[in-house]
């Protein structure tokens, strides 16, 4: 898998968000991120890697079990994927 390059975070008001791309329905759409996701995304951004890559990174950096971590990343890179933000 590889972020998309018209991936873009900005912090707004105090929020981390994801706006600029347009989903399926062409509609344009904002995603608000927590501040682990926004790490995991600037850990992951220009490269190719795995669920498990992914998963491996959060639990080293954060007190959390390997299927929870899991179950949390499948979840952000499904909507990730779902609005063409992420190529698998």
Do not use: P
């Amino acid at each position: 898998m590889k972020l998309s390059e018209e991936l873009c975070i900005r912090e707004v008001g105090g929020r981390n968000i994801v706006y600029g791309f347009r989903s399926s329905d062409g509609q344009q759409h904002v995603i608000c991120l927590n501040n682990s996701t926004v790490w995991l995304l600037e850990q992951l951004s220009g490269k190719e890697f795995t669920l498990e890559e992914a998963v491996s990174l959060v639990c080293s950096r954060y007190n959390v079990d390997m299927d929870t971590a899991r179950q949390d990343i499948s979840s952000v890179l499904d909507i990730f994927c779902a609005n063409g933000l992420l190529q698998k």
